[in-house]
């Protein structure tokens, strides 16, 4: 989101005090009123920033965000470079105007898919949008599935000898070191809802409806922006549309506005505190077994920034020191050895990552909760929990009560 022109509170952009003279790239370079980039155009200007940066004999630093688009840009070996070998689209615009399907309801776009890539339609939920509409553009963009796609990354990566080197040359654009900022969970979500609350001090319904100001007026001149992505759907943002509805519609309520705000604020903190736990899942799963197969787990580094009064000590201090040593190419100490912390997040939630397992792209079904999940973990704890007990002891109860019923006996 800070890759947008303008609107610093909404999408949290660092001030140029904060800043303190060092060039941050790619903040603010694209205008409202411009298409939103694909993964691929982010890659692609990410890495001449990083080429330039290079070329003046200087260290360039990724600071994350959203991790599909670092982690594309960390790693060789992601669609990205499918959709460049295969498609010269920059923006997510450009696909939906060459294939109309691409904007049909969610359902038609989840039977296309079945009828050209059974198996990615067969991994995804009945209503997650977004991914299943990534596994039909594949397809539209490269011709071919992308369930076969994954498959042959899969299979190159098992077939590269066993060392170290091989890894690094082929996962990894750069030599990297990474570091994994963490908070205890309690100090986490107090520091999430402070910084909503900090949002909203410092503007945040202004933005908003400046943003809703500028759709209006995108609308009325016929350029009606697409609200299902890219800035419109940022956090902070999509929270407020029915507030910023009652205000437009000219209610006078003050109770029923203040209502609406106060739910809008709550959504807006569920939904950061949502977001970080999907940041957190990322880390640990994704990137940490990403780095496993590479052989470069060692290059992560857990750094405890809970109390933020010592942050100096528990993360800049460690981290200069451990950059010292990397750059210099000196031995460093093993990550999981900073602490015991590091020992217990630094090994994999789970060992595999499930874009790697096609075996365990299962969905199932609950008639009874009405409930589709698409792994065996999701299926599990779902039939383990009190809400599903209890709403199949109702239906058996009921089923028990239809048998036990009377035959009814009409007039003939």
């Not at 205890?184 to 908003?208: F, I, N, Y």
């Amino acid at each position: 989101m800070q890759l947008y022109t303008g609107l610093p509170i909404i999408t949290n952009k660092i001030t140029v005090e904060e800043q303190q003279g060092i060039p941050h790239h790619l903040l603010g370079c694209i205008g409202l009123h411009e298409q939103t980039w694909v993964v691929g155009t982010f890659v692609r200007h990410a890495l001449k920033i990083i080429e330039e940066i290079h070329a003046r004999g200087r260290l360039p630093i990724l600071v994350g965000g959203t991790h599909y688009y670092t982690q594309s840009l960390l790693f060789r070996d992601r669609l990205t470079e499918q959709d460049d070998e295969h498609t010269k689209h920059e923006f997510v615009d450009s696909t939906a105007e060459k294939w109309p399907i691409l904007q049909e309801s969610t359902e038609t776009l989840l039977a296309e898919l079945s009828r050209v890539d059974p198996a990615m339609a067969e991994r995804w939920h009945p209503n997650d949008r977004r991914k299943i509409k990534r596994s039909l553009e594949i397809y539209l963009q490269t011709g071919r599935k992308a369930s076969e796609i994954y498959n042959e990354q899969r299979q190159r990566r098992n077939s590269e000898p066993d060392e170290p080197q091989s890894g690094e040359v082929e996962s990894m654009r750069f030599p990297t070191l990474m570091f994994w900022i963490n908070s205890e969970p309690e100090a986490l979500r107090a520091r999430l809802d402070g910084r909503v609350d900090k949002m909203l001090d410092s503007g945040l319904l202004q933005e908003v409806a400046s943003l809703d100001n500028f759709a209006d007026s995108e609308t009325a001149n016929g350029h009606a922006p697409d609200q299902t992505r890219g800035i419109w759907v940022s956090i902070g943002h999509k929270e407020f549309k029915e507030y910023s509805a009652a205000l437009k519609a000219g209610i006078s309520d003050e109770q029923r506005l203040e209502a609406l705000k106060l739910d809008a604020v709550e959504r807006t903190k569920i939904a950061t505190r949502q977001y970080a736990k999907r940041q957190l899942k990322w880390i640990r799963i994704k990137l940490v077994n990403a780095l496993v197969e590479a052989k470069l787990d060692r290059q992560l580094y857990l750094l405890d920034g809970t109390d933020v009064a010592a942050y100096n000590e528990t993360v800049v201090h460690p981290a200069l020191e451990l950059m010292s040593q990397f750059v210099q190419a000196e031995d460093m100490p093993l990550p999981e050895s900073l602490s015991p912390l590091a020992a217990d997040l630094l090994v994999p939630k789970r060992d595999y990552d499930l874009a790697a397992r096609p075996e365990f792209w299962t969905k199932q079904h609950c008639t009874a909760c009405d409930v589709t999940c698409v792994t065996p973990v999701q299926w599990q704890q779902h039939t383990r929990s009190k809400t599903h007990k209890k709403l199949v002891s109702k239906q058996k109860l009921a089923e028990r009560s239809l048998d036990a019923a009377p035959p009814r006996v009409g007039n003939i």
